[in-house]
């Protein structure tokens, strides 16, 4: 007797806020030209997209703390609140908040337990996660053979670098860094997510070293990313390169890219090539 089965699911469509791309077809600035003046006015429309965001409603309105508040207090309230029948609300309010100020940033569920005035560490881990699956934030794990130290050693993510200062009170400075990190993690889950690709941190303990991030497909790490937005000093940049070659050491990865807000090389590191390219470039790659 021959049984036939179907099995029916639901693929979500993920839609983030503009891609660089995306904002330089919506603002009309030439991405494909070569000339020194289109590559101008290129680094121009990222410094904008590196302080705006990709929401595209900012692009037209004046008051972008408002509409930033209200969309994190509509995403908040009337969807997780709601759906999940939050009991603590002021303390998940707050954890938003928290999240959102302190972004790019390592979780401690005990210390955020401890900074919004929960007992339970499980309901805090269940915030968080109802954050992550609104896409308010963006979880990204520590890369390791070993699920526990995966689940443990997370970090977390804006969606966008305007919920980061576009909020009131969120008391905000102008960290280029972080922001240029921010945008190249949502680029990195646009790119790899449709390819079953996996985005992770890498860290190797007790050392220092660590890497913004690795692509793996399955157990091969195929990409490991560096992210500084300026390295014009020496001990920034070296810290940079270590961090880059001690992830190509941890997971045999040859392929090493370094972006930063301005510079373009190649270079050669104990016996390691290591592309440096600038952000909006690499932003535009097909």
Not at 117 to 137: M, P, R, W
Not at 169 to 182: K, P, Y
Not at 204 to 212: A, H, L, S
Not at 271 to 283: L, T
Request: charged residues 25%.
């Amino acid at each position: 007797m021959a049984i036939s089965t179907s099995f029916f699911f639901h693929e979500p469509i993920v839609l983030y806020p503009f891609s660089f791309k995306e904002f330089c077809l919506y603002k009309k600035v030439d991405i494909s030209r070569l000339t020194t003046l289109a590559e101008g006015i290129r680094r121009a429309a990222f410094d904008e997209y590196l302080g705006q965001g990709g929401f595209p409603e900012l692009m037209h309105i004046q008051n972008h703390t408002k509409y930033i508040g209200t969309l994190v207090d509509n995403i908040l309230k009337r969807d997780i609140e709601k759906r999940y029948k939050i009991k603590y609300k002021l303390a998940f309010e707050n954890l938003a908040q928290h999240l959102l100020n302190v972004s790019p940033a390592n979780i401690n569920f005990q210390g955020l337990s401890d900074t919004i005035g929960l007992k339970s560490i499980h309901t805090t881990e269940n915030y968080v996660k109802y954050l992550n699956d609104a896409y308010l934030i963006r979880l990204l794990q520590k890369y390791s053979p070993k699920s526990k130290q995966r689940i443990c050693d997370g970090k977390v993510y804006t969606v966008d670098v305007a919920l980061m200062s576009e909020r009131v009170g969120a008391l905000a400075g102008d960290n280029f860094g972080w922001r240029l990190e921010t945008l190249v993690y949502i680029e990195l889950l646009r790119r790899n997510t449709p390819l079953e690709q996996d985005v992770f941190y890498y860290k190797k303990r007790p050392k220092t070293e660590e890497c913004d991030f690795v692509v793996c497909k399955k157990n091969k790490v195929l990409q490991a990313i560096q992210v500084s937005y300026d390295i014009s000093g020496a001990q920034t940049r070296k810290r940079e390169i270590n961090g880059l070659i001690a992830a190509a050491k941890g997971t045999k990865c040859t392929d090493l890219l370094l972006i930063t807000d301005h510079e373009r090389a190649d270079i050669d590191e104990q016996g390691y090539k290591i592309a440096i390219r600038p952000a909006y470039e690499w932003m535009l790659e097909k």
